[in-house]
């Protein structure tokens, strides 16, 4: 697990973005957290694109018919709007080939000042678990309010926090992990 301190949080999250600066990923974060902050729903392609940004194995289920045009933006938009935290990320789960932390991302993109990225790095560096069994609605909570408290006790970006817990796990984790 990681030692967490505001000198320490800096430092990973500059070697984060050195490992990331310039590339797609980047650029699909930017383009995605101003096209939901205006447009404030998803088509399907870019969920999509969020998808492939966060988990591409369940490319084949995020191009399903299932997620037709409508589905998608309907979803995405009762997600956006609503007040229920359970139902936000709970609705998301609806779409074909979403999972928690793809879930997430979405949030993530539509609230960057409220939700962290799901992710089983920052779940090590935190918790020091490799892989939850499964992810449920007291999980994601926990990690919510534990990543918050951070950026508040720090006064830094949630996004700040889960790089520099990302790229902790990257560096120190085992090796075979992917």
Known sequence: MMNINKKIILDYENAYNERYKKTLGETTEMKMKCLIKKQRYLRKEELVEIGMWKSKRPERHYRSKENDQLTVKEITRFSFNTKSEK??????????GVSWPVASAILHFAFPDRY???DFRVLWSLWGVEQPIRYDFELWEKYCNQVRDIAKKYRLPIRTIEKSLWEYSKEHQNSDVS
């Open 116 to 118: 962290p990225i799901l």
């Open 87 to 96: 139902a936000r990320i709970k609705s998301l789960l609806a779409l074909k």
